[in-house]
Each structure stands twice: as structure tokens, then as C-alpha cells.
């Protein structure tokens, strides 16, 4: 695959194009993941009586702490309104998947997966941090990565 740029001031909006003999379910994807990076989701966190939009790709995880609903970042966790299960509906499945009732997080902060020896599993995150999978979500999480 080649990237070309075409840089000309008759381009008043940029735009991406992709130039293929066929449609492939590769080329498809690669479509699907531009227009997500293109639109900047966002999600509005709250720190005290600041108010933040948050890019979705910046989140590494939601999780309810004391009674709230939060999302960290690398920088700072930030309080959010919805619930982890309206969040679970509306988050991009291939970025983000729940491993507990209480917990979703960013496959792309994912290093890797450990077993302990009574059978629980951890996440440990690029950042250094981990998490643990509920037995009920680890089939799913298996599913996900195994894709």
C-alpha cells in the first residue's frame, strides 16, 4: 500500500481517498478506523468545578469509584456522567471492552494478561497500572483478543 499526499491550495477542506482495484474487508476496516480518528470523540469529565472534553483515545479506563462513574487518563481521572453500562452501549467495541460490572477499558493501554495461581486474572496496563477480570467477562475478553 502506498500513502500520497497531493498538497494543493484548489484543496479548501482536506479529504482522504482510498484506490483500489477491489473492496476488501482490510480495506474496509482501515476506512471504519480513519473516520473514527477523524470525528474526535469526545467524552466531558469533571474535576472539581472544572469541566474537560476528554478524546476517547486518550481514556485508558472507566470504573465506578465511590458511587461515581470516572475515566483516567494518563494525566488525571476525571468524573463522568454516564453509567458503566450506558458507556458499555456506546463505545467503539474494537477500542474499548468491559471486564467487569464495574470496569471498562482500552484494549489500545493493554500490555498484557496475567494468570495469579487462585485462578484471577490480571490486566496490566503500557502505563504501569492494572486491573482484574471478572470470570464472567473473561470469555469475552478471550473472544475480543483472539479476533
Known amino acids: 500500500m502506498h500513502v500520497k499526499f497531493n498538497i494543493s491550495p484548489r484543496f479548501s477542506i482536506p479529504f482522504i481517498s482510498i484506490n ?15 473516520e473514527r480518528l477523524i470525528s474526535k470523540q469526545l467524552i466531558v469529565g469533571q474535576s472539581g468545578a472544572k469541566t474537560v472534553p476528554i478524546p476517547l483515545y486518550q481514556i485508558i479506563r472507566f470504573q465506578t ?8 487518563t494518563i494525566e488525571a481521572t476525571y468524573r463522568v456522567k454516564y453509567r458503566i453500562y450506558e458507556l458499555a452501549k456506546l463505545l467503539e467495541k474494537d477500542d474499548f471492552i468491559q471486564i467487569s460490572s464495574s470496569e471498562i477499558i482500552n484494549l489500545n493501554f493493554l500490555a498484557n494478561l496475567s494468570a495469579s495461581p487462585s485462578g484471577v486474572y490480571q490486566v496490566n496496563f503500557t502505563t504501569g497500572k492494572h486491573s482484574y477480570i471478572s470470570r464472567r467477562f473473561m470469555t469475552k475478553l478471550r473472544k475480543e483478543l483472539l479476533k
Open 20 to 34: 483500489t482495484k477491489t473492496e476488501s474487508a482490510d480495506l474496509l476496516q482501515l476506512g471504519r478506523n480513519i
Open 65 to 72: 469509584a465511590e458511587k461515581h462513574v470516572v475515566c483516567e
